[in-house]
Each structure stands twice: as structure tokens, then as C-alpha cells.
């Protein structure tokens, strides 16, 4: 069992390599780089580094045989996702959609700075009139 490595690039500059370990065919590998792709290929997207890799166990008995792990570096955050299915296809959509949901939430919190709440009246903030 020897780890194939392919490049996935995206509609950008990003190029993330996919690694495969195990019974891992083409077609599959090809399935996963478009899912990433997707992902990857959003406008404003700021750099992105790292690696994703497919394994397939070798024990034919298992339920879920098929596995995924992305570490990648977005900016400046690092962003770890995995993922674990029963077909090469739900895996990757499962993957994807991961992805996209930890992306979200990095790029949201680059976009809108962190803004604490008004103060209660007890420790500063404005004071309220319940009078009639």
C-alpha cells in the first residue's frame, strides 16, 4: 500500500494536495478534488495551505471504511476537519460540506469584528426608565 498524492487546484491560485492511502481509485480521488475544488474556489478566499487525505481501510467488514482528514491553514487560522462514510461519494459530499461550514465561519469572523454587547445598567451601560 504506497500513499498516492495528487494536486487539486482550484478556480484560484490554491493547489492542496489530496493524498490517498489504500484501495483509493481514480475516479474517486477525481470525485473528492471537485468537491474541494468547490470549496476552495470561493470568492474571497483569502490563502490557503495544507493537505487532504482519503484512506480506504482494508478490512472489508467494516461499516464505514472510508475516511477523511483536511488540515489546512486558511490565513492565518488553522482549520481541521474529518470525516468518516460507507461510500467514496457520500464521503466526499460529507467532506465538503464540513468544509464549507468551518470556511464559513473563518471567513465570517475575518469579516465582521467582534462586537461586545451593550453593559447591563449594573456594571455601566444605559440605565432604563420603567416609570409608566
Known amino acids: 500500500?504506497?500513499?498516492?498524492?495528487?494536486?487539486?487546484?482550484?478556480?484560484?491560485?490554491?493547489?492542496?494536495?489530496?493524498?490517498?492511502?489504500?484501495?483509493?481509485?481514480?475516479?474517486?480521488?477525481a470525485y473528492v478534488r471537485t468537491k474541494i475544488d468547490a470549496v476552495l474556489g470561493r470568492p474571497g478566499m483569502p490563502a490557503v495551505s495544507g493537505e487532504v487525505r482519503i484512506a480506504r481501510a482494508a478490512a472489508?467488514?467494516?461499516?464505514?471504511?472510508?475516511?477523511?482528514?483536511?488540515?489546512?491553514?486558511?490565513?492565518?487560522?488553522?482549520?481541521?476537519?474529518h470525516a468518516q462514510e460507507s461510500t467514496a461519494h457520500e464521503l466526499a459530499d460529507r467532506l465538503q460540506d464540513r468544509l464549507r461550514g468551518q470556511l464559513t465561519k473563518v471567513l465570517h469572523r475575518r469579516e465582521a469584528p467582534r462586537k461586545s454587547a451593550t453593559p447591563p445598567p449594573w456594571r455601566g451601560g444605559p440605565a432604563v426608565d420603567r416609570r409608566g
Open 60 to 81: 472489508r467488514h467494516t461499516e464505514q471504511p472510508w475516511s477523511a482528514g483536511a488540515e489546512l491553514v486558511v490565513g492565518d487560522v488553522h482549520v481541521v476537519v
Open 1 to 29: 500500500m504506497t500513499a498516492k498524492d495528487t494536486v487539486t487546484h482550484a478556480g484560484t491560485a490554491v493547489a492542496v494536495p489530496v493524498r490517498s492511502e489504500g484501495d483509493v481509485d481514480e475516479e474517486a480521488l
